[in-house]
């Protein structure tokens, strides 16, 4: 059977130092027709670059930046185990997290605690906010490369653990996290996903989770910092905030932190360096309206800077991709 050759993209991508890739697209208000015809070259840019800004799409409400997102991939997933509320416009298509807008989302790879993960992040800017609000991205191989030899090997040789507990009164609930308040189905969700769970008295759930910290990329098998260690740690956490949550909820009680894969606690001095080393590799440029942002998942981490006035930003969470596929240097288990 005949396939139509792909169209090669219709304009060279633009490399400005500290910007990421940049590419001017001219939709003749077909924004869906558009990605349809490229949708090849697109991806295959992203594969190679990490990620790529396109600029200059109609994409001017919801229906059609889902739209757009189903013709760069048919595959979109649904958000599992989330840290904060979104919501959802349609099936595979959300908000950007709830998070505060006075407050820095870290680095962070999406869904980097679960067995299945999206390989693609596409994000649409449907309002963009007065100030501030860019979305960072940073390569996940220049920053393993970057982090001291010593700490790098020591995650790679123990991986990570992420402890969590949900509370109904802060962050994703575990209904919210689990798609349901049936304490049976999130049991069995959790021992089909190697995380041990807890039932607190209070009828909060705690979990922990032993993951990979280093993964290898399913294409080309590079070696990638791959993980939420640094943004889902106590320290990233406003020092007011920490100090706040642990008087309620106590040190065990934190909606979440990150631990060396023996069960070590985390330095302060840590966490510090691993962001520092994310602020030295950062890129990034100011969403405009109508802004498609593709990013590489495993290649790329992405963070979100705080902003002022309205901003709303749609995620597409695309091309799942298994852990087991990406030769983790640990084995999963759970706790």
Same mark, same amino acid.
């Given at each position: 059977m005949h396939r139509p050759t792909p169209s090669p993209l219709p304009d060279d991508i633009s490399l400005v130092p500290g910007c990421p890739p940049l590419l001017s697209a001219a939709d003749g208000g077909d924004p869906e027709g558009w990605a349809a015809e490229y949708r090849g070259a697109l991806r295959a840019a992203v594969t190679a670059r990490g990620c790529v800004l396109v600029r200059?799409?109609?994409?001017?409400?919801?229906?059609? =930046?889902?739209?757009?997102?189903?013709?760069?991939?048919?595959?979109?997933? /649904?958000?599992? *185990?989330?840290? %904060?509320?979104?919501?959802?416009?349609?099936?595979?298509?959300?908000?950007?997290?709830?998070?505060?807008?006075?407050?820095?989302?870290?680095?962070?790879?999406? =869904?980097?605690?679960?067995?299945?993960?999206?390989?693609?992040?596409?994000? /649409?800017?449907? *309002?963009?906010? %007065?100030?501030?609000?860019?979305?960072?991205?940073?390569d996940a191989g220049a920053v393993l490369d970057a982090l001291p030899a010593e700490l790098t090997e020591r995650f790679e040789k123990e991986g990570w653990y992420l402890a969590r507990t949900y509370h109904d009164d802060i962050g994703a609930s575990y209904a919210e996290a689990f798609g349901t308040d049936d304490q049976a189905a999130v049991a069995r969700y959790c021992r089909a996903h190697a995380i041990d769970f807890d039932w607190q008295p209070d009828g909060s759930l705690r979990t922990r989770q032993h993951r990979s910290a280093v993964v290898h990329h399913p294409v080309d098998g590079r070696r990638l910092w791959f993980n939420q260690i640094a943004f889902l740690s106590e320290w990233t956490m406003e020092p007011e905030v920490r100090e706040y949550l642990t008087d309620v909820y106590g040190p065990e009680g934190l909606p979440f932190t990150t631990r060396f894969g023996n069960g070590d606690p985390i330095g302060e001095d840590v966490i510090r360096t691993i962001n520092e080393v994310y602020d030295a590799h950062t890129v990034r440029e100011p969403w405009r309206s109508g802004d498609l942002l593709l990013i590489d998942n495993l290649r790329s981490a992405h963070s979100r800077e705080p902003f002022d006035g309205p901003r709303e930003v749609l995620a597409g969470l695309a091309d799942p991709v298994r852990l087991a596929d990406c030769a983790p240097t640990v084995e999963v288990r759970a706790a």
């Open positions: 200059g799409l109609a994409l001017t409400d919801p229906a059609a =930046m889902a739209a757009v997102f189903r013709q760069l991939s048919p595959a979109l997933m /649904a958000d599992r *185990e989330p840290f %904060a509320p979104r919501r959802r416009y349609a099936d595979g298509v959300y908000s950007s997290s709830k998070w505060p807008p006075n407050q820095q989302m870290c680095m962070h790879h999406e =869904m980097s605690y679960a067995l299945e993960f999206p390989g693609m992040l596409m994000f /649409a800017c449907l *309002e963009a906010p %007065a100030t501030g609000g860019a979305t960072g991205v940073a």
